[in-house]
């Protein structure tokens, strides 16, 4: 079965501090990876996407990292600011294009 | 990149209630889909279809159905609404190149 593990859960950092999500599939054939930024009460928007050739990709103050041979990625906010507050979704796709998504970890970062 | 539009932020429905999302896409693209999303559920895919008058069913379709009479919008339909239905409703375009895949703003729908 499809699964798409995301820990930790919730995660408190203080402001200007670094943190890393971390995100495990067992989706199969593995197409591309995708993490996404949820603000509360607001649809999820794309940060980064990767194909299994590519194993890091950045946007901004974000890196992920993608491990195809263990089927884990990560996501490494550096910097963190208030505003990066919201929940980062992990979202795997298999080569049918059809997605199955991580329960998501619930990011607070306080001043 | 294709701008992905939800009709209604938030909604409030009696309990019966016939109720229509809409969701509108700037672009041309097939692929479109409708998610519930639920604390602790994460999202779960309702309905989505790949070219007007098409649909398939998505892992919980029961309550539901869709209409896609034109290619831009895709329309959720809760044809007598029931409080298990208060969630937040997401609608998401694949587009067909670049492995994109936009969402919508959402529609956080209480049922009373």
């Known amino acids: 079965k499809n699964q798409v593990e995301q820990s930790p859960q919730s995660l408190i950092i203080l402001e200007g501090k670094n943190c890393t999500l971390q995100?495990?599939?067992?989706?199969?054939?593995?197409?591309?990876l995708r993490w996404y930024k949820q603000d509360t009460g607001r649809g999820p928007v794309s940060l980064t996407i990767?194909?299994?050739?590519?194993n890091t990709k950045s946007n901004g103050r974000y890196t992920a990292t993608l491990d195809a041979d263990t089927k884990q990625s990560s996501l490494h906010i550096t910097a963190s600011q208030l505003s990066d507050s919201a929940s980062y979704i992990c979202?795997?796709?298999?080569?049918?294009?059809?997605?199955?998504f991580g329960g998501g970890t619930r990011l607070m970062v306080k001043p | 990149d294709v701008k992905v539009t939800q009709s209604s932020r938030y909604l409030v429905k009696r309990t019966g209630e016939k109720v229509f999302l809409e969701c509108v896409q700037d672009?041309?693209?097939?692929?479109m889909f409708w998610y519930r999303q639920d604390p602790g559920l994460g999202l779960r895919l309702i309905y989505f279809?790949?070219?007007?008058?098409?649909?398939e069913k998505g892992d919980i379709p029961e309550g539901y159905s869709v209409s896609r009479e034109k290619k831009e919008r895709f329309s959720l339909i809760l044809e007598s609404a029931s409080t298990n239905q208060t969630s937040m409703y997401l609608c998401?375009?694949?587009?067909?190149?670049?492995?994109?895949?936009?969402f919508g703003s959402g529609t956080r729908l209480t049922v009373v």
């Open positions: 998401a375009v694949e587009s067909s190149s670049n492995y994109g895949y936009t």
């Open positions: 979202v795997v796709s298999n080569a049918g294009n059809m997605l199955t």
């Open positions: 990767m194909t299994f050739s590519e």
């Open positions: 995100c495990n599939y067992t989706v199969s054939p593995f197409s591309n």
């Open positions: 672009m041309d693209h097939e692929n």
């Open positions: 279809s790949y070219d007007v008058k098409m649909k």
